[in-house]
């Protein structure tokens, strides 16, 4: 759900508000599951009345996906952060690395918005912004009829499921070593769908006039 649509909802005051509720909630999470969160809790770490809080949001899950917002554009990011031709399977980029150190920075509050599998607010968000972007990236390069939109599933549900497991304790690995497994696994993907491609178009392909 998203956050409810306010009047003067570009207002600085407004901003601020909405800012100091998200800290709130990642405080909170910090110390325990989100479904033990409570309205009344997090309004009082932000300094905010309940009324306040609902003119803003719907519910604690509305603040939650406006607070894994900013994560989730970097993680998108990260997986698109190359120009050209994307680097080769053990050269992962930077930004990816540097994602994993932050969520692992932050467990606490990530392991309570991302569920095992790759659920909860976060998992959702991250899902379908990142299944978004690459449908995005692949109907430019690709033409139609390739799967792009298998593609672009394989590559949100793949990351998500696998952030979700290594923040859970499931996967061992340092944020570098998760980042080049992840990377590889991406290009596998990626590779694996364009040789399917060019064996589809070649057996579609009319048999040449004798």
């Known amino acids: 759900m998203a956050p409810a649509t306010t009047a003067g909802s570009g207002d600085p005051r407004t901003a601020r508000t909405r800012g100091r509720l998200r800290a709130a909630l990642l405080a909170a999470c910090e110390e325990q599951p989100l479904d033990r969160v409570s309205v009344s809790e997090v309004v009082r770490r932000a300094g905010v009345g309940r009324a306040t809080f609902y003119l803003h949001y719907d519910d604690l899950r509305a603040l939650a996906v406006d607070a894994c917002a900013e994560i989730v554009r970097q993680a998108v990011d990260a997986l698109h952060a190359w120009d050209g031709a994307p680097p080769g399977p053990d050269a992962p980029p930077a930004e990816l690395t540097g994602l994993l150190d932050a969520v692992r920075d932050r467990a606490e509050v990530y392991r309570s918005l991302l569920g095992t599998g790759g659920g909860g607010p976060l998992g959702e968000l991250l899902h379908g912004e990142l ?16 799967g792009a939109d298998v593609i672009a599933s394989a590559v949100a549900g793949l990351f998500a499921g696998v952030l979700a497991d290594w923040v859970h304790g499931r996967v061992d690995a340092t944020p570098a070593q998760l980042a080049g497994r992840i990377w590889r696994m991406l290009i596998a993907v990626h590779t694996t769908a364009a040789s399917h491609g060019q064996g589809t178009a070649a057996r579609d392909r009319p048999a040449p006039l004798r």
């Open 131 to 146: 299944r978004a972007r690459s449908l995005d990236e692949l109907t430019r390069r690709r033409p139609a009829g390739t």
